[in-house]
């Protein structure tokens, strides 16, 4: 994955990759990339937040 991929990115991504796998006209192993790719791009997203979170709850004990 792309290291300099923002959070707002990933989002967009998975937006697209979604709606082409609600389109129904892929190939399963486009699907299977798709869905594999959306697995992770996820998975940036949800360590993003957290981090975000960490960084806010740091910020609120000062």
Do not use: H, W
Not at 8 to 13: I, K, N, S
């Amino acid at each position: 994955m792309d290291k300099t991929l923002t959070y707002e990115q990933a989002v967009e991504r998975l937006e697209a990759i979604t709606a082409a796998l609600e389109q129904n006209n892929v190939s399963l192993d486009e699907a299977l990339a798709l869905f594999s790719e959306g697995t992770e791009l996820a998975a940036f997203c949800t360590k993003k937040l957290e981090e975000a979170k960490q960084k806010i709850t740091v910020i609120e004990k000062d």
